[in-house]
């Protein structure tokens, strides 16, 4: 699967049918798993981050088919990945857990061509971090505009990184707001 120390592995999943109107026939559900993974560079100063960088895309693509699976067979419609850095490490350290080798794999296994989102932020064990998602084809679609909250209650310890991939299978339940609608957009939809 990829060159990383794995600890743990958490999964979270939401379901959504009304948030103020009435109940919809098609619920959100989002989903996040976390791989709680060892820092090697945790207590020491490195120029080059290859160790997380290099392996990253492996672990996307468990954390995508995980993520998949906690949907329960509905198709992911949006997207973003995010990370919790131990103490002893560096906020850079997860950052280089989410680079172009995650989002390659990310956009690959649901179906995806637009900009991945993403979170990091240092923390320790039971630190939230919202992470945002939006539409994986166009990240301007504004009906996706949406977060996950994800919390690991024995984790990062101060030598972990936790990783996240998030996914949701619809925008939100009662968008309303206007702007560039799911059916609209071309492209990425950044222009």
Known sequence: MSDFEIRAWYTHVEQIN???GPTVAEPLVKAAVTAVIKNPYAGRYSESLDELIDPSGALAVELVERCKAALGGREAESCGKGAIIGLAGEQEHGVACLTTPF?????????GTGWVTSATKMGTAGTPIDVPLAYKLALFVREFYDAITVSIPTGPRPDEIAVIAAMATRGRVHHRIGGL???DAIGDGLR
Not at 103 to 111: L, N, P, Q
Request: charged content about 35%; aromatic content about 0%.
């Open 103 to 111: 989002g390659d794999a990310m956009r690959e296994g649901i179906g």
């Open 18 to 20: 009304s948030d103020g």
């Open 181 to 183: 609608a799911k059916a």
